[in-house]
């Protein structure tokens, strides 16, 4: 398989490091936010938008910075469940630009698949093609400990920003080479990111009404019917309580974006049926 050198991969990301330079160095912009606007710029070029970085090059300096803020508003939308969406959704300078129309209603009805997105994009390209410059930017400072005196090896970094509370860690950068085959195929499959996550990304924690007892077979019909008959990839019903009712389940949807239509923008949403009641929402693990 063909190998990419350190500079090869520069190269070809000459526009993406271009803007990035721009936020980090002359606008001096913060650069662990500027590590998830670039993510979240390059998310929406896999999703089929037109490349918002390529026509900010040659831009002025403080429209670039104008639009790095409405992104961080996008942001901001997936970080904070009452984040206020404008009558004008809030991204005008984006979709003049963009020459296409989106809103912040997008990343409040899709969250979990653009989270999922953004972190994938951070950790599989910006920590591979902003390297040098992060550490042009933070200097010896954030240098936390330096690896062994080998031809080539780079210092490991700490970004401050980092874990972040949404997108989680940005990786050590402590490569010289990668693989440009298997790079190509984990990033894109027809013009969007896999949906590799992990079975407890996609998992929804489900709670009934007492005395109005809930079967895993109903659960089941009712989203399948509602959702696609492919939609859902497990069920477990949890424990019956003293009364013999089970008030709670755990499922596991086939995918991100299922998760994120059953929402539709909610972090608890209810559905009834039957006379009968489920609450849904995002399952989190408790340490």
Not at 71 to 84: D, K, Q, R, T, W
Request: glycine share 6%; charged share 20%.
């Amino acid at each position: 398989m063909a190998l990419i050198s350190t500079e090869q991969l520069h190269l070809y990301h000459k526009m993406d490091r271009k803007i990035f330079s721009l936020l980090v160095i002359q606008l001096a912009r913060n650069p662990s936010q500027s590590l998830l606007v670039m993510a979240l710029w390059l998310w929406l070029e896999s999703l089929g938008y037109p490349s918002l970085i390529s026509k900010l090059v040659g831009i002025s300096l403080n429209t670039i910075n104008d639009v790095a803020n409405e992104a961080e508003s996008c942001l901001m939308c997936l970080e904070l469940e009452n984040f206020p969406i404008p009558k004008n959704g809030g991204l005008l300078l984006t979709t003049t630009i963009l020459d296409m129309a989106i809103s912040l209603k997008f990343f409040k009805l899709r969250r979990f698949s653009i989270i999922y997105g953004v972190k994938y994009v951070l950790n599989e390209t910006c920590a591979r093609i902003f390297d040098d410059i992060l550490l042009h930017v933070l200097g010896k400072t954030y240098v936390s400990r330096l690896l062994p005196p080998y031809p080539y090896c780079r210092p490991m970094i700490n970004i401050p920003g980092f874990p972040h509370p949404l997108f989680g860690k940005f990786p050590p950068i402590k490569f010289e080479e990668f693989n440009c085959d298997s790079f190509g195929r984990m990033m894109w499959t027809n013009n969007r990111l896999f949906d590799d996550v992990e079975n407890e990304d996609k998992t929804m924690f489900l709670t009934f009404s007492k005395g109005f007892p809930v079967t895993g077979e109903e659960v089941r019909h009712f989203f399948t019917i509602n959702y696609g008959v492919h939609c859902i990839k497990s069920i477990r019903m949890g424990k019956r309580n003293s009364n013999g009712q089970v008030l709670d389940a755990t499922m596991v949807v086939n995918n991100l974006e299922t998760l994120d239509i059953i929402l539709n923008g909610r972090r608890l949403a209810k559905f009834d049926f039957n006379r009968k009641h489920i609450w849904a929402r995002k399952y989190e693990r408790r340490e």
